[in-house]
């Protein structure tokens, strides 16, 4: 009996000591598998978060970084959010870690494929793989972890579609599979997932086929979110009538149309409707306040018309209220200061009209307010932002308020952003402005504003940037109240009637990034302390009085200057070599000044950077060095008005993306420079008065020559021979309808740049702006030179040309009859030649022509009447003694009405038959004209010269009004 006893109580602490060591077995079994996938899976690179997993340490895993075990002393969570692990997830040996429970690897950095083999944690209730950069299809293996609870793989690179086998997953209460690249699924294979509550599949590729079997089957569905797709077509208002327990439904930046749908409204559980950026139209309805529970709605960047409906003030758990960019064109209604729990309204880019209500001073909660791009009038009632003290944003920007800034405005203490851009805002700027401490941005620019900046000012320590650009400020030392605030990165206070020097102590600001202080009165001379300014990018400082010479360190002061534009200034002295030692120049515009001296050859250090370069009306002299402009990124080349001679440098031949080239009224002495016909992007080629010569096209090997030339100017040279027909067949730039596009920006950072010149041309006496220019306006101008023979035939396939001047040279022959196909023409001169023959009645077609010289030839014959030739004076006709009718006082003899011959439809017929050959399908080729770097660049003004008319030469002349352009707080691009 006493040997039973002993050995069943040998067997009880056998029994026990089996059970005591099994964990440890299991420990160390599991240590292993997540030791190799440390070794083999995850790179070395990785942060030390993994340091504890060590050999030293299997026996002890449970106190390994990330790892937690259960009561068995097994291992049940993996936890290293956030551990900046580099690696992948195949090496993991899933299958021996069968207790696992949770997994949170988010935010680290791991790459390939979900392994199908992590289907073998059947215990799995958390998986989080969110913020890597996992790729792939997810297995369909994952359908068989039926313990899910919760699954996340937002923002990976998952491709290919969701498998349907995911639904199998019955105990899911949250999914998210957002901001990958999958694509639609079959959507009723899906089964019903009855306790999902979270669905969030934003910014896929999903396209037509909406997911309604997958939402209807899901009806305790509290947030769903399928923004940033591409779903077509009207909302299926259907899918939403049974999710009772909606709260968030986001369905913003799809391509969805019609009207907005009612039946949302129904859902009285919302609390948050995003519809934003979609194509939805109509009127926003007044059943939208029977959504009472809502705090957030967002239409913004849709099409809706007319008002915002009243109904809007029974939402009094409202917080967030967008319906910027759209149609809107209603009055402020006054139920909108009802909903007083408002803390961001943004109804900018609309055309709401009339006055703020004054109910909106019970907005007290405001944090941003943005009515923007508005016709809103005034004024701003001191009363009513009296009571906006929690406000960080104010828009007011783009509308008809006509008042003075209110001088409590100072109270709005928290303010960060303040815009009052074009608000016809006038009266000084209050002294209270400089009771915002907080504030960051103040644009005041395009406005009335007159006398000097407040002192005040200068209080505002975390000011950033500034913008008072277009006003009628004066006074001299207004700027010294900057000088102290050192967190200033943008100064724009352009196009003022400031006086006075500017400032050394504005060196003293050393974050500065952009200072532009162009068309002002400020005279002496540019204070070197500039260039104590270490981080200035952009320096404007045309348009004043400056003199003297340029501060030899302007040129390297600081390795980020890329704008300088000191052009329409008294400066003098010569283009020092500094300037090629900063390497960071994208644009130098020196002109209108009285430099002089010759052009510093090591200008091609700048070869990589350099892409506008305008040294126009100056006194430089000497040759244009070769080694100066071998840059293949030098888009604009300005040389005009100088006393450059030789030869034209070949090495703009490099220069493959050059669109402007002016090298007009100089010396230059060179046969026509044919090599540049290979340039594709060439748009604007001025030769104007120098000493080129010869025969022009003779030796062009280029196949199509001058693709896109639409400006081109020959005039006052030395050529000869037959004009150039070849380049005439081939302008395609003009006989085809290629526009160009030079609306250009630079975003940098937290700003776009757009300096104040931009290319203008005078035609007809009104300024017309670069984008005008290079769509509208087509020229070619060889006047004053020695060109003979007939005028080509050829020239009528120039369908796109507006100004043409073939004045002062010695052609014969008869004008020919396909000018008339040039329909769009407006000026056309060629007078001072000996052409013979008769005006050709085809100039009656063209219906746009308002400048017309025929004078000094040898014509003859009764001067075709039409309506626009009818408003032609009988000056353009001087000279041309055998010419009769009107509108000169020589009447023709009586004659029969005039019957074609056969002889004049047959020379029509064989002109037609010419031009046949080259419609517009005969050349198709693709036209952008942009600039990189984000400025509207020069500035071309035609002048009317001895003859009456235009196109004798170009200028340079600035654009006045034109301003750098501070961000809009919300873009067209915004997605609330």
């Known amino acids: 009996m006493m040997r039973i006893s002993i050995f069943t109580h040998l067997f009880h602490i056998l029994y026990l000591l089996a059970l005591n060591t099994a964990p440890l077995h299991a420990n160390k079994e599991e240590a292993e598998a997540l030791l190799k996938w440390k070794i083999n899976g995850v790179s070395s690179s990785s942060t030390s978060v993994l340091d504890s997993w060590s050999v030293e340490s299997l026996t002890n895993v449970c106190s390994w970084e990330g790892i937690i075990c259960n009561s068995d002393g097994s291992i049940s969570e993996l936890n290293l959010p956030h551990g900046n692990i580099i690696g992948t997830l195949e090496p993991l040996a899933f299958s021996l870690l069968p207790n696992l429970t949770r997994i949170n690897l988010n935010n680290n950095s791991l790459s390939g494929m979900i392994p199908s083999a992590i289907s073998t944690l ?48 019955q105990r899911l209460r949250y999914l998210d599979l957002g901001a990958n690249n999958l694509e639609t699924s079959n959507w009723s294979k ?6 999902l509550s979270h669905l969030n599949l934003r910014a896929n590729e999903f396209t037509l086929d909406f997911p309604k079997d997958l939402i209807t089957s899901c009806p305790n569905l509290s947030y769903l979110d399928l923004s940033k797709n591409h779903f077509t077509g009207q909302i299926p208002v259907s ?48 059943e939208i306040g029977l959504i009472t529970s809502l705090q957030a709605l967002k239409l913004y960047n849709n099409s809706f018309q007319r008002k915002i409906p009243p109904s809007i003030g029974s939402l009094k758990h409202l917080q967030f209220l967008s319906l910027g960019m759209n149609y809107l064109n209603s009055m402020l209604p006054f139920e909108l200061g009802l909903c007083t729990n408002l803390e961001i309204l943004l109804l900018d880019n ?15 909660k405001l944090v941003e307010l943005d009515l923007s791009s508005n016709i809103l009038s005034g004024p701003l009632v001191p009363h009513l932002i009296a009571n906006w003290t929690q406000l960080t944003s104010l828009f007011i920007s783009r509308n008809n308020l006509s008042c003075r800034i209110p001088s409590n405005i100072g109270d709005l203490q928290k303010l960060s952003e303040l815009n009052l851009e074009k608000t016809h805002l006038y009266g000084p700027i209050p002294p209270t402005i400089g009771n915002l401490t907080e504030l960051i941005l103040i644009d005041l620019s395009d406005n009335y504003l ?42 724009v206070i352009g196009f003022n009637k400031l006086n006075g020097h500017i400032p050394n102590c504005l060196g003293n600001i050393t974050n500065l990034n952009s200072l532009q202080l162009d068309d002002n009165e400020f005279d002496g001379g540019i204070p070197k302390s500039l260039c104590n300014a270490c981080h200035l990018r952009l320096l404007g400082l045309s348009s004043n009085y400056l003199s003297g010479v340029i501060p030899t360190c302007m040129g390297n002061f600081s390795n980020q200057l890329s704008v300088l534009n000191l052009d329409n200034n008294n400066l003098h002295g010569a283009m020092h070599g500094e300037f090629c030692s900063s390497t960071s120049f994208n644009f130098i515009d020196l002109s209108e000044n009285s430099l002089s001296g010759v052009i510093p050859p090591c200008l091609g250090n700048l070869s990589t950077t350099l892409w506008l370069l305008d040294l126009s009306m100056n006194h430089f002299y000497g040759n244009i060095p070769e080694e100066a402009l071998k840059g293949d990124v030098l888009q604009v080349l300005i040389l005009g008005y100088n006393e450059f001679e030789g030869p034209l440098p070949r090495t703009l031949i490099n220069c493959t993306v050059l669109k402007v080239l002016d090298v007009g009224n100089n010396g230059l002495n060179d046969s026509f420079p044919h ?7 060439l ?48 302008f395609t730039g003009i006989i085809n309808d290629i526009t160009s596009d030079l609306e250009v920006t630079y975003f940098d950072g937290n700003m776009v740049y757009g300096l104040g010149s931009s290319i203008m041309l005078v035609v007809k006496g009104s300024e017309l702006p670069v984008e005008e220019i290079l769509n509208l306006y087509t020229l070619i101008d060889l006047s004053s030179n020695m060109f003979d023979g007939d005028i080509p035939i050829s020239i009528g396939i120039l369908h796109f040309l507006r100004h043409l001047n073939l004045s002062h040279n010695r052609l014969t022959g008869h004008i020919p009859s396909s000018l008339g196909n040039l329909t769009l023409l407006e ?20 219906g746009f022509l308002e400048v017309l010289n025929l004078s000094y030839n040898h014509l003859l014959g009764a001067i075709p009447r039409s309506g626009q030739l009818d408003t032609i004076a009988n000056d353009s006709y001087l000279g041309n003694t055998a010419l009769c009718g009107f509108p000169l006082t020589v009447e023709c003899e009586a004659r029969k009405p005039h019957v074609r011959s056969q002889e004049e439809e047959e020379e029509e017929e064989g002109d037609s038959g010419f031009f046949n050959g080259f419609s517009w399908q005969s050349v198709t080729i693709g036209y952008c004209c942009s600039f990189p770097f984000g400025v509207c660049v020069g500035y071309f003004a035609l002048r009317y010269g001895k003859l009456n008319w235009l196109l004798r030469k170009l200028i340079w002349k600035r654009r006045k009004g034109s301003k750098t352009t501070l961000p809009r707080r919300h873009g067209r691009r915004r997605t609330n």
């Open 683 to 730: 748009v604007v080629l001025i030769l104007s008065s120098n000493n080129f010569h010869g025969v022009i096209g003779g030796n062009t090997t280029t196949k199509v020559p001058f693709p896109m030339l639409r400006i081109l100017d020959l005039s006052n040279n030395h050529f000869t021979g037959h004009l150039p027909e070849y380049y005439l067949l081939h």
């Open 827 to 846: 000026a056309l001169d060629m007078s001072c030649n000996e052409l013979t023959g008769k005006i050709p009645w085809q100039f009656s077609k063209l």
């Open 190 to 195: 899906f089964h019903a997932m009855p306790l």
């Open 122 to 169: 059947l215990k799995l209730t958390f998986l989080d793989l969110s913020h890597n950069n996992l790729k792939g299809a997810i297995p369909v293996e994952v359908g068989q972890l039926t313990e899910l609870r919760y699954f996340s793989c937002f923002k990976n690179f998952l491709d290919d579609v969701i498998p349907f086998e995911i639904s199998n997953l």
């Open 239 to 286: 899918v939403f009538s049974k999710l009772e327990k909606l709260e968030h439904l986001d369905l913003g930046n799809n391509f969805f149309q019609g009207p907005f749908p009612i039946s949302l409204t129904n859902l009285s559980s919302l609390k948050f409707l995003r519809l934003s950026c979609n194509n939805l139209s109509g009127t926003i309805p007044d």
């Open 450 to 491: 007159r006398g000097s900046i407040p002192w005040e000012v200068g209080y505002l320590t975390s000011l950033s940037i500034v913008s008072i650009n277009t006003n009628l400020l004066h006074g001299p030392d207004t700027l010294s109240v900057f000088c102290n605030v050192t967190s200033l990165s943008v100064l």
């Open 675 to 681: 090599w540049l016909d290979a340039l594709p992007h």
């Open 350 to 364: 609309n055309f709401l009209t009339g006055k703020l209500p004054l109910s909106m001073a019970n907005l007290s």
